[in-house]
Nanobody, 128 residues
């Protein structure tokens, strides 16, 4: 069982930055790929970014490419999402998720169905 707890959401003006963090357990966290998804009111959950278990491979949604950066620190069981140049369209609940890699250290899952564990979410609101 992997437990994920997000933090770092809040209210920010357009053009500002936020850094989301996701604290994970247990110690086998380094064998899981991780991702960030978001869900705005009335919309489906959408992929934002993902990182492989080793941290060597990342993938981003086109809408955030160049503005968001996903990273991880396996020694601390942490995943991060640095969000810069935020836009009102980025307003959503952001979720951290973990997917078993089964030894494929470069695996970068993109679909919600590929993930085994989810956090409770953290609200990000960007004002214009």
């Amino acid at each position: 069982q992997v437990q994920l707890v997000e933090a770092g959401g809040g209210l920010v003006q357009a053009g500002g930055s936020l850094r989301l963090s996701c604290a994970a357990s247990p110690r086998t966290f380094s064998s899981y790929a991780c991702g960030w998804f978001r869900q705005a009111p009335g919309k489906e959950r959408e992929f934002v970014a993902a990182i492989s278990a080793s941290g060597g491979n990342t993938y981003y949604a086109d809408s955030v490419k160049g503005r968001f950066t996903i990273s991880r620190d396996n020694a601390k069981n942490m995943v991060y999402l640095q969000m810069n140049s935020l836009e009102p369209g980025d307003t959503a609940v952001y979720y951290c998720a973990a997917a078993r890699s089964y030894g494929y250290s470069r695996y970068v899952p993109l679909l919600p169905s590929e993930y085994n564990y989810w956090g409770q979410g953290t609200q990000v609101t960007v004002s214009s």
